[in-house]
């Protein structure tokens, strides 16, 4: 044997792993099994998807758009389901799906791996026991059933060597009897089967945590080797994705960017929720005659008109009439009165945390779905979550605002300049600065206590109305050509405020500092990995609510390609003729280990 040939490398034996995806949604999944990689020795995966099937056209003309294959619309409920479902009769022309429709939907291919997941409404633990057992939610949940039967019979002749069927982690308690019956119906068509949970976020680190449940079936004459597990990976912090982005409203990030409109009531809640908290916050608040005891809610107005001053901030120069309404003579008291601050609906959560499920529900009175950016525990139901900058994000669903389980964040980047002030006012209890050769730079004032310091009437500086405010109802002087707020009565005290269930975009200063506020739906597509921070993003229709479902509705792709290299790994194994890998990387639990390597085994 020369050199030459003992270093020669063998060609590379590139094979075709198809995947196909039934209730596939915007293609969340299929993309990131496209990203898929796979290599044993010189064999090498390359991963096609061949289809999808959802009864959403929307969603289908999204999965063209991300995966580059075309998507089926097909309603795959059988009649009964239809009317239970809907309350009404199919209309004209309307069918049930059959096993050749679903042939036609894969392109007449047959695919090595079928990706399900089915719609999970009726097992989320956000919907209440008794209305998960009503008709309606019992039709869609017995979806799953159906759906994989309809699978099953379409591929028969040619069945997939891997089944992956993905839920929320209820099913396995909710949907017991339908999962006993999936498993069934798995075996009598030749399959090892084996049941798992998964956290979508430890696979692709991602900036939020979404543990799912996870059925795996391999199909014992085709596939004899173990399924290894994907490797998990640390979570990020929600701000390590958002910091990547334009801020909220930006027309760099596009349409998708913008803030949501809530009502007036919700972005007082919202603020009043402490960071990496919820609801429950509220509840510590002191309410009297229906009113905040301890807190007074006002506008920010020009010229700091109604301006609360931070406690580690300086205040601005002190006037004759030292007043709220004149100016920025309030102050954010940190100290809370006793049992004035003491459930998870209003949550907000920290930046350094992970987040829940993001879900498809309407606004942060429903869970934890606020974020307290700081650039100005958690559970599924996620209400009015506000996350820090530097936390993990929740699971991104289709919420369509704070309420709903699209969460928030407190952003640290303000919406305006922050407050200057360049007449510092010394406190009578504390030391001044250092005494320069300036008299209108620096500490040079002094907020005298005693009373003589007070202009009296009759004063100049007083009665020539400096800082004056107006009434509502009062006449305002004459307007001069230097008309200015010092030198004057040129400010007004303007009652209106917006009416409480009025929709507007509100910065509110929180108790922390941060602006509470919601997720745009940019940034809950880059929490879902569906599209780089850095990136726009474009999907069907023009409605933040629709777009907000889809993407909650989605499979993160980055956890999708994790489970994609391992199963591209084991089908490798199969093709080459190996029933074992040598790796570092555990089994895929168990149960797993024994389905996927016992050969005969049922």
Known sequence: MTTRDRFTAAPVDVREIRHFHLFGA????????NRGKARVGNMVGKFRCIGSVDVDAAAN?????????????????DREQY???????PPDGWRPATPADIRRAAGGEFPHIVFLSAPCKGFSGLLPEGKSKTAKYQALNRLTLRGVWLMLEAFKDEPPELVVFENVPRIATRGRHLLDQIVGLLRAYGYAVAETTHDCGELGALAQSRKRFLLVARHIAKVPPFLYEPGKKRLQAVGTVLDRMPLPGDPAGGPMHRIPQLQWKTWVRLAFVEAGSDWRSLNRLAVKDGFLRDFLIVPEMFRGALGVRRWDESTGAVAGETLPMNGAFSIADPRPPSGALEYSQYGVMRMTDTAGAVINVKSPGQGTYSVADPRTG?????????????????????????SAGGQGIADPRPPHGPLFSKYAVTPWAARTGTVIGGDDSGAYAVADPRPNGVPQQGDHYLTGGHYGVVGWEDTSGAVSSAACHDNGRWSVADPRMPEATDKLVAVIRALDGTWHRPFTTLELAALQSLVEPEEQLELDGLSDSAWRERIGNAVPPAAAEAIAGVMGTTLLLAWSGETFLLSSTPIWVRPVAVALSVGGAK
């Open 83 to 89: 009317i239970a479902f809907n309350g009404r009769e």
């Open 378 to 402: 958690v559970k599924h139901n996620n209400c009015f979550r506000v996350v820090r900058f530097d936390q993990t994000a929740g699971t991104v669903t289709g919420g369509t605002g704070p």
């Open 26 to 33: 915007i293609g969340g999944g299929a993309s990131g099994f």
């Open 61 to 77: 003309r999204d999965f063209l758009r991300l995966v580059g294959v075309p998507a089926t619309t097909l309603d795959l409920f």
